[in-house]
T-cell receptor, first 115, second 110 residues
Framework: GAVVSQHPSRVICKSGTSVKIECRSL??????MFWYRQFPKQSLMLMAT?????????EQGVEKDKFLINHASLTLSTLTVTSAHPEDSSFYIC???????????FGQGTRLTVV | GQNIDQPTEMTATEGAIVQINCTYQ??????LFWYQQHAGEAPTFLSY????GLEEKGRFSSFLSRSKGYSYLLLKELQMKDSASYLC???????????FGGGTRVLVKP
């Protein structure tokens, strides 16, 4: 299957700082990238969907000014958690989709801890 | 909106068979995925159904009935390494969305 690389895998940051998470499709062009958030023992909650070159579509209840998503190229999307707080601590996962096929491939996930 | 329901937890014995059900209500449907997720890791793809019927892939099979809004994942000859969460996800082409159910934690006991 296709490879999606997410970086960093773990990050600890201080409350009030911003953190950027990168998601790269290594061997295909990702026309769409999805960003999910997962709390312990819970399922993946879709945060936003981004199509290359256009603004992300955020799910209800997700603050777009807090979770900045950029999908400037067909192989890279970034999620920036701005002014992070301890309640933002979570597992963030991206997935990428090639427009020709339906399956979405997942990155390795990023465990964010805000202290 | 979409409603995707699956049992929270299931326990089974090594070597046995377990069936994980998933029911969904959605205003659009373009396929159903099953993913396996081990704790602390990203989900890995297991199966994709877009037409009614059973898809078999080794020890894992997935079934879909679009008229009933129902799918199941069947795991045969259970192994200890199959202990994981299993997520069903509905794909909707309009809006290009993949939405997950709550996941089913399967515990395989010796």
């Amino acid at each position: 299957g296709a490879v999606v690389s997410q970086h960093p895998s773990r990050v600890i940051c201080k409350s009030g700082t911003s953190v950027k998470i990168e998601c790269r499709s290594l061997d295909f062009q990702a026309t769409t990238m999805f960003w999910y958030r997962q709390f312990p023992k819970q399922s993946l909650m879709l945060m936003a969907t981004s199509n290359e070159g256009s603004k992300a579509t955020y799910e209800q209840g997700v603050e777009k000014d807090k979770f900045l998503i950029n999908h400037a190229s067909l192989t890279l999307s970034t999620l920036t958690v701005t002014s992070a707080h301890p309640e933002d601590s979570s597992f963030y996962i991206c997935s990428a989709r090639d427009g020709r096929i339906t399956e979405a491939f997942f990155g390795q996930g990023t465990r964010l801890t805000v202290v | 909106g979409q409603n995707i329901d699956q049992p929270t937890e299931m326990t089974a014995t090594e070597g046995a068979i377990v069936q994980i059900n998933c029911t969904y209500q959605t205003s659009g449907f373009n396929g159903l995925f099953w993913y396996q997720q081990h704790a602390g890791e990203a989900p890995t793809f297991l199966s994709y159904n877009v037409l009614d019927g059973l898809e078999e892939k080794g020890r894992f099979s997935s079934f879909l009935s679009r008229s009933k809004g129902y799918s199941y994942l069947l795991l045969k000859e259970l192994q200890m390494k199959d202990s994981a969460s299993y997520l069903c996800a509905v794909y909707k082409a309009a809006g290009n969305k993949l939405t997950f159910g709550g996941g089913t934690r399967v515990l395989v006991k010796p």
